[in-house]
């Protein structure tokens, strides 16, 4: 799958324990704000068909994640870190599977697209590094669109 995909899970990442993160981030935060659909989408490897069409909604520092049909699947707090090469983005989780945990992601901001890549599949997994979801890496990688 392209690196478009890769970014797309990126954004999906969770915040764990970083204070310097989302400190710097109020300009891209505020693009971030709306509804994004999941427009195409890798995992470990492999197409990861399952998640188009997913929508990821921001308001303010909250996110929510929901199903084609509009249901709720997680919802938590964002923290961006647009400082660092490539931008960081946490996801931490308050309800939804995985409540409680922090996807670790980093995220592209081009126009109506955002690219995230993250660890939600392997919360062992380091944060990626660049916009891509090998087999047996444990990323995500998702192409979102407006």
């Known amino acids: 799958m392209n690196r478009q ?7 999906i990442l969770g915040v764990v324990s970083a204070p310097a993160l989302g400190q710097a ?16 989408a890798e995992r470990d490897g492999k197409p990861a068909d399952d998640v188009v069409g997913h929508r990821l909604i921001f308001e303010d520092r909250r996110f929510e994640i929901q199903s084609v049909n509009g249901q709720r699947l997680y919802a ?15 996801f931490e989780l308050t309800e939804g599977s995985s409540k409680g945990k ?9 126009g109506g697209t955002l690219t995230t890549c993250d660890n939600a599949p392997n919360l062992d997994a380091a944060r990626p590094r660049a916009f891509e979801a ?4 444990g990323y995500v990688l998702i192409r979102f669109r407006r």
């Open 102 to 110: 922090v996807w670790k992601g980093i995220y592209s901001l081009e």
């Open 134 to 137: 090998k087999s047996g890496s």
């Open 5 to 11: 995909t890769s970014a797309m899970f990126a954004v």
């Open 25 to 40: 981030s109020q300009g891209d935060l505020s693009k971030l704000q709306g509804t994004w659909m999941a427009a195409q």
């Open 76 to 90: 938590g707090t964002v923290r961006l870190d647009p400082g660092t090469k490539p931008a960081a983005i946490d």
